[in-house]
């Protein structure tokens, strides 16, 4: 257990703007939390992780994946699930907690389209990069407590909500339909 | 030796036969006379060092000159086996044939023959590590086979004819000499490097000698030093702990990748090397920066620099070249790793398998059409290779050339022999 100790309490995670708690007294279900990198859509937010460790660690990755909904072409805006590959099988024994969250950190940096969790959010990264950024800091400001607010997209929310639509299924259909009003409508009363 | 000889009268009390079970009857070397005494003088006492005290159930006197427990107190005291110089010796140790060593050297001995078995009580003690004089001549069987031919025996303290002058005296090595200036033995100079007085003055080549096997021991140790400073804080990149506090002791082994740097413990990178849910390019890898690496070596201690870790590399694989591999045991079984094997291929008959051994028939099997095929042997050394090798590469283009060319005449052959099925392969 040593390892984890080491991790936990190293220095250097603060400074990273990284941090990692206990769930109950065992070291085995983690709360992780970052902070959105600068410059970036991301930018203040503090984003939850739900970190959990198996028994052959560190033969195998710890298995992660967001809490807090985020925005983003490698993580599912639905279950918060994470393609990176060291989490899969480029894993490596020698990688700790520290470095996985601070990876996954260099993820919301740099996404890499081309290997998408979220075929939606992908695609709009790729053809529609503005409305892209605009939704991922709208989505920080609402889940992450980002402090840019999307004032335009708002108004666009606010109207789906006026129209009686729950306000997270809204902002999921507006995102989705690159915040057409219309052809979020549309989605949302055929599903 | 004591079979066939008349029982020895000795005036030493048998301490068994005290108690009634002494197992030599009347061979015994000690006296069966209850009338004389027994050797009950602590020896330890004799050498000034008993830590009982007044507590010993031996006796704390001096023998008297004359006694016959004198000789034991100059054998115990003088125990290095060198007789005591001759002030301190009594004039009854001619007459109990003890022939003082001065003598010896100077060659007014001539060798006798073996002792008579009542001096065996005089025999000079044995000490382990160091070399047995016996106070006479001759002290073995080689010595008196060659009765009579002029001994060399001597020769650890120079020519039979150097006085005693030149030996060096054994309780000068470690501390001051109880005799003081008063010994006649030499007392050395002392040594630098080991801090004994073991250096004779007057022999340049003894020194010489001594001052070489110094250097060497001290630069054997100073290597050691090192080698463990250097290993002191290294941690291992897997498990994190320090790998010489490790425990048990047997965890505390480093193992060292030959390709790059990183520092592991043994058994975390031969886990991790042995894990099976990732490819072989990922656990074949160096766990902190990628870099494949072949094989693990076990080191008590880290090894960073390339020359050492080629050094212990190359040892690694002598000794393991001198066990026999167990996987091709003795030709009767295969070895994945072939010819290319660490460990020792040999016959029976300890000759060398031949190149043929390692090239059997090629396994033939049903394809997915029911097909007879040849199967290629794959050697995992092959694998190794063939990452090293940029040839091995363009060799796969050539196989993706052949295998177009032969799907091409199929594909021709199957429109001439017009199947229906053509387009199923």
């Known amino acids: ?191 | 030796m004591a079979e066939g000889n008349p029982p020895v009268e000795s005036k030493i009390l048998c301490r068994y036969f005290v108690h009634g079970v002494c197992k030599n009857g009347s061979y015994c070397r000690f006296s069966h006379d209850k009338n004389d005494k027994a050797d009950n003088i602590c020896k330890f006492y004799l050498r000034g060092c008993c830590s009982y005290a007044d507590r010993c159930r031996y006796e704390h006197t001096k023998p008297k000159p004359n006694d016959v427990n004198r000789q034991k107190f100059e054998k115990n005291v003088y125990g290095l086996s060198v007789p005591p110089p001759q002030s301190y010796k009594t004039e009854n140790n001619e007459s109990n044939g003890m022939v003082s060593l001065k003598k010896v050297l100077k060659g007014d001995v001539t060798p006798s023959t073996p002792k008579s078995p009542e001096n065996w009580v005089n025999a000079a003690e044995f000490i382990p590590g160091q070399r047995y004089i016996s106070s006479t001549v001759p002290s073995s069987y080689a010595n008196a086979a060659t009765k009579g031919v002029e001994t060399k025996d001597l020769t650890i303290y120079g020519d039979t004819d150097i006085n005693y002058n030149s030996v060096l005296c054994p309780y000068s090595i470690n501390k001051p000499c109880p005799y003081g200036d008063d010994c006649e033995y030499i007392h050395g100079e002392k040594c630098d490097l080991c801090g004994l007085a073991i250096l004779l003055p007057d022999d340049k080549l003894q020194q010489q000698q001594h001052k070489q096997e110094c250097l060497a021991q001290h630069e054997r140790d100073m290597e050691l030093s090192f080698a463990i400073a250097n290993s002191k804080d290294k941690q291992c990149g897997i498990c994190m702990d320090i790998v010489i506090e490790k425990q048990p002791k047997s965890e505390q082994r480093f193992g060292i990748l030959s390709d790059c740097t990183h520092c592991f413990c043994l058994s975390c990178i031969r886990k991790w090397r042995a894990s099976k849910q990732f490819d072989n390019k990922t656990i074949r890898s160096c766990p902190e920066c990628r870099i494949q690496s072949d094989f693990v070596t076990p080191s008590s201690h880290w090894v960073e620099k390339k020359e050492e870790k080629l050094k212990l590399i190359e040892g690694y694989k002598d000794a393991l070249s001198k066990k026999p591999c167990k996987y091709f045991d003795e030709g009767r079984s295969e070895c994945p790793f072939n010819n290319r094997c660490f460990y020792q291929h040999l016959l029976p008959d300890g000759s060398k398998p031949p190149p043929s051994m390692y090239n059997k028939p090629r396994r033939r099997r049903h394809n997915a059409d029911g097909e007879l095929t040849d199967q290629e042997r794959i050697f995992l050394w092959d694998f190794f290779e063939e990452r090293q090798d940029l040839e091995s590469f363009l060799l796969f283009e050539y196989l993706e050339d052949d295998l177009t060319s032969l799907l091409l005449s199929l594909h021709i052959g199957a429109d001439s022999s017009d199947d229906s099925d053509s387009n199923y392969w």
């Open chain 1, 1 to 191: 257990m040593t390892h984890y100790d080491f991790e936990v309490t190293g220095s250097k995670v603060a400074r990273c703007h990284i941090k990692v708690d206990m769930v109950n007294d065992n070291f085995l279900e983690l709360i992780g939390e970052i902070i959105g990198p600068p410059d970036t859509a991301y930018d203040g937010g503090k984003f939850k992780l739900e970190i959990n460790i198996p028994d052959t660690y560190p033969f195998n990755p710890p298995k992660v994946k967001f809490v807090t909904k985020i925005w983003h072409p490698n993580i599912s805006s639905v279950t918060g699930a994470i393609c990176l590959d060291i989490l899969k099988d480029q894993w490596a024994a020698a990688m700790t907690l520290r470095t996985v969250l601070l990876s996954l950190q260099a993820l919301l940096a740099a996404a890499e389209p081309d290997d998408p969790q979220d075929a939606v959010v992908a695609k709009q990264y790729k053809e529609n990069r503005k409305t892209f950024t605009q939704t991922a800091r709208h989505w920080t400001n609402v889940y992450a407590n980002g402090p840019h607010r999307e004032c335009e997209l708002e108004k666009i929310l606010e109207q789906a909500k006026n129209m009686g639509f729950d306000e997270h299924k809204a902002r999921v259909a507006l995102s989705s339909s690159d915040w057409n009003l219309e052809r979020a409508t549309e989605s949302l009363l055929t599903s």
